[in-house]
C-alpha cells in the first residue's frame, strides 16, 4: 500500500496566478504556525487505504448535517410549520438543510460566486492526469473516493469536502490550526499558497504520485480530527 507520508522537501508547481484579491491576513506565510499537542488523539493517516476510511467517515458525518453548521460546530435548523386549525401554525419538525448548504442562515459561503469558482477550480485541477493506484478511484464532481470496480452513477454526498476546504480557508485561526497539524505529523510538501486560487489547485493534486487520493482528503481528514478532538478555535465572525 502506498505510503502518503510525501518526500520531505518536494515542491509543488503551481500553474496558478495570485489572482484572489480576498486573501485573508496577508504576510510572507498563508498560515501562522500554532503548537498543538498531538499526543491525545488518533495521527493522521499514513497509508492509502487508512485515508480512504478515514475520508468516507468524515462524508458520513456530513451525511445529517448542513456542512456550514457542521464546521461551525453550531446548528440552526429551521423549524417547519404548516397551518392548522383555527388559523394556527403547527410545528411540524425540523429543516438541517442536508446537501443544501447554500441556505444555511450562517451564510460562511457567500458571496456564492467565490464557492463556485473555488469548488470548480479543486475540480479541474483533480481532473489533471495521474496514474496513481487503479484500484481506487476519485469522483471529480464530489471529490469522493470509491473502489475503482463499483459504479458511481451520482454524487450521493454534494460537494461537501470542497465546503469545508474552502471555510477552512476563509478562516484563518482555524486554517492555522489544520495546516500546522498537518506540518507536525505529516512530510508531506505545503507550499507558501498565496491566495485561495493557488490553494484550490493544490488540493486537487495527488498527496504522492504513486496515490490517487488528494490534498484535499487530508486536510478535511486533518480538520475532522482536531474538531472532534475540541483542539479548534471557536469560529469568529468578522
Known sequence: MA????????????SC???????????????????????????????????FLATINAFNRLEHSCEV????????PIDLVQPGSAR????????????EAHKCPWRLLHPLVLYADFALQVQDSMRQSCLGDKELAICAR?????????LHPRCLYSPSLFMIAFMIWGARPIRDHVFSFLLLCSSI?????????????????????ASS?????????????????????????L
Do not use: M
Open 69 to 76: 453548521c457542521y464546521f461551525l460546530r453550531k446548528r440552526r
Open 213 to 237: 487520493l488528494r490534498h484535499i482528503h487530508l486536510v478535511v481528514v486533518a480538520y475532522r480530527l482536531l474538531r472532534d478532538n475540541d483542539f479548534l478555535p471557536p469560529y469568529v465572525f
Open 88 to 99: 394556527e401554525w403547527v410545528w411540524v419538525g425540523q429543516d438541517n438543510r442536508i446537501f
Open 17 to 51: 496566478a495570485s489572482d484572489d484579491t480576498l486573501v485573508d491576513h496577508p504576510s510572507h506565510s498563508f498560515f501562522t504556525f500554532v503548537s498543538i499537542s498531538v499526543y491525545s488523539f488518533p495521527s493522521l493517516p499514513r497509508t492509502q487505504s487508512a485515508l
Open 3 to 14: 505510503d502518503l507520508q510525501g518526500s520531505p522537501g518536494t515542491e509543488s508547481t503551481l
Open 142 to 150: 464530489c471529490g469522493e473516493p470509491r473502489d475503482g470496480a463499483e
Open 189 to 209: 510538501s505545503i507550499p507558501n499558497l498565496g491566495s485561495r486560487s493557488e490553494y484550490a489547485e493544490w488540493l486537487g493534486f495527488p498527496i504522492t504520485p
